[in-house]
Structure formats: C-alpha cells, structure tokens
C-alpha cells in the first residue's frame, strides 16, 4: 500500500508535537499504539477485526456487543461473536448488560472458560431498543444500578486478572449529565480505563463532539488512563484529540468504515511519523476482497459474506471515480466470483483522491428525543416499576 508524508496545516503540526506517545496501559496489557477499535454493531466481528489487525497489530480491536443475558444463556450467535482469531491478542469482547448479577455470570463465564482478556462495557449506546429499557447511555443516571453493573463485573473479572473498562456517554442530553459521576464511581470500583464518546446519547451522531468534555474528565480521573472518542477521521484528528485534551489514547469507530489502513496511520502518527496510507483503486479493491473473504470464513457462508460486504462498499469506494453501474451492481453483489468480476472493471491504477475520500464516514443523523423507561429521569434511583423494565431490557436486545 502506497506510503506519503502527509500535507499538514499549523495546527496539525502542533498536535503532531504529542507524538511519539508513551505506551498505553490497560491492566496487564501494554499497547503499543494508544488506540481501540471502537466495537460497533454488525462491524467489528472477527473479519473486521483481522483486517485491521493486518494494518495495526498494536493496537486493541474490540468485538461488536454481546447481551450478557445471551452469553449466560449460551446463545448460539452470542457463543460465535465471541470467537477470536488464535493470533488475536488481547482478546476483547464487549458486554452489554442492566442486571449486575447478570452481567457479572457473563464475565464470570469469560475469565474461567478463558474467552477473553479484556471485557469492556456498555454504557454509550444510544439506540431507541437499548435505552428504552434503561439501558446503555441511559443506565449511568441510575448511579447505584451503575455502581452494581461495574462492580460485578469488575469483581468476577479481577479473579482471573482480566481487566475491565467501561465506554459512555456524555449523559443523557444536555440537562442529564452523568460522565463525570460515572467514571468516578468507575474508578473506585476498579476499572482499568473509562473511555468517552464525546456526545449525548440524544445528539446520537450528529453535530460535533465536544473534546472539551474528554479534557474535563481527563482532569477528574487521575489514576487510570481516559480514552478520547468522536469525530476522529484521520491520524491528524487523533492527534489533535490528544494534545487539546490530554487524553490518554483514541477510540476509533466510524472512520474506520472502508478504511481499515486507518490504523496504519495511527501506528505511524503516535511513532512520530508522518507517513500515511494513500492507496491506489487497485489497492483498496484488493482490500475490500479480502474483507468479503475473511467474512466468508466467518460466517462459513459465502452468500451471507458478500450481503455483509455490500454495505461497505460506499465506504471503500468514497471519492473514487468508480462509476455508478458498476457501484450499484456490488450493492447487489451475492458471490466471491461475481465481486472479482465487478472489482476487475474499476481501474486499479486510480491514485487516492485526497480530500474527497477523507472526512465523516457513516451516518451522521440528527438530534432525537431520548426514548427512556417512565419517569426515568424524575430521580437517579430507581423504583420499583423502573426496575422491572430494566429486569425485562436484556431480553429484548439480540445477542449481538
């Protein structure tokens, strides 16, 4: 894959300054590259991950969420999503949880059957079907549930030193702040490291994240690392993230959407280097087929890989002149041989069209009402008909 010095404006240059970073440290594991793959829904499965694994193995790739209920109940899809490469290390999974007796089976369940050894969890998700159980970005306004969840699963996780972290929210909306109580009570309950996704859970994806938050909490929470994430499209916004916030490391999630090189550059931006990936149509063709293959031994289905393939192709392909037939026709796509036939068409030569293949990836959105539990917010304890939802939430989100 083509290496450049990328072009950097004044500010780039200064944040570039933080590089190269000291190593980060998540209980026993050491990163070289102080960054984490966002886990991210129908994404970050074991495919996703090898990919990116090929471009940063120093890095910390994280599964897509897993139900707690499910993994206790041995789920069949929940037991695959699991499943790491031998070669994958640390092995990270996700766990998504409202009970803490629940939750702390299921990392009971990963530490002594050694599926794992590093369990983040969930408390970010903004989507209607979570938070209106209660769950994810919603939980931590209940500060004790928020309490019971972390330290069941920190305490089940310690017995086999597997450490735990946690990835959150802002809060709520602007009049429901919970981050900074959060990663408080997440540091005396002994996480390893509290990651921020810098908006609230009724921003969703849109609008701009507020870093501003990131510095504040790095600023409350002094003995364990704090991880920094929204709005990182490239190495230089990693950076950036870095030295305004004094963050720790990144979290990377969408704009790693068809670009899994992006991890390359990240090695190569916190090492102090200012060589970036800029390949070729040809290249990034030839990566976009081995993800449809790596998905085809995933799911050991070759027809279910390229449906999965089909909705990264606008990523892959975003800024390059590919033609609209030919992109409708891989939207389409339903074999390993028709996806090289469609592939062969585009020219290979193309050179990285800069700008217009950089910037947001995914779908922005728009601000939306936070559906919650009834009087969910009238108190940060729960009563007794709030509890009986959140008893009910894990039953209504799949196993993955």
Request: one cysteine or more; proline letters at 6%.
């Amino acid at each position: 894959m083509t290496l450049t010095t990328a072009p950097q404006s004044t500010a780039e240059l200064a944040a570039s300054a933080v590089a190269p970073r000291p190593k980060l440290r998540i209980g026993p594991h050491e990163l070289g590259t102080p960054v984490v793959l966002a886990p991210m829904a129908g994404i970050t499965n074991r495919a996703f991950r090898r990919l990116c694994r090929e471009a940063g193995p120093d890095c910390l790739f994280v599964s897509e969420m897993i139900t707690s209920r499910a993994l206790v109940e041995r789920n069949a899809e929940a037991m695959r999503l699991i499943e790491h490469d031998p070669d994958e290390a640390p092995r990270s999974i996700q766990l998504y949880g409202v009970d803490p007796r629940t939750v702390g089976l299921a990392a009971r369940m990963l530490v002594t059957e050694d599926r794992t050894d590093h369990i983040d969890l969930n408390f970010g998700c903004p989507v209607p079907k979570v938070t209106r159980k209660g769950g994810g970005a919603a939980l931590p306004w209940k500060i004790e549930l928020f309490r019971g969840i972390v330290r069941a699963a920190v305490s089940e996780a310690s017995r086999k030193g597997v450490p735990v972290t946690i990835k959150m929210r802002i809060g709520i909306d602007a009049d429901h702040i919970t981050y900074l109580d959060a990663a408080r009570i997440a540091e005396a309950e002994g996480v390893a490291a509290v990651a921020l996704h810098a908006r609230t859970a009724s921003q969703a994806y849109s609008g701009q994240a507020d870093w501003e938050a990131i510095a504040r909490l790095k600023d409350a929470v002094t003995t364990i690392p704090v991880l920094g994430n929204g709005d990182i499209w490239s190495a230089q916004d990693a950076l950036a993230m870095v030295a305004r916030t004094g963050c720790d490391g990144v979290v990377v999630g969408r704009g790693c959407l068809g670009r899994p090189w992006l991890f390359a550059d990240l090695s190569a931006a916190f090492a102090g280097s200012s060589q970036r990936a800029t390949p070729s149509l040809g290249q990034v063709s030839a990566t976009l087929r081995r993800h449809a293959v790596y998905l085809a031994e995933f799911y050991e289905d070759e027809a279910k890989a390229c449906r999965d393939i089909r909705k990264h192709i606008a990523w892959y392909l975003k800024g390059f002149r590919a033609g609209s037939d030919v992109r409708h026709q891989l939207a389409l796509v339903q074999d390993l041989d028709s996806l090289d036939d469609l592939l062969s068409r585009l020219p290979d030569d193309d050179p990285w069209p800069g700008e217009p293949a950089e910037g947001q990836r995914g779908r922005a959105g728009s601000p939306r009402h936070v559906v919650l539990p009834e009087r969910w917010i009238d108190s940060r304890d729960l009563d007794e008909q709030q509890a009986a939802a959140v008893a009910q939430a894990e039953l209504s989100v799949s196993g993955g």
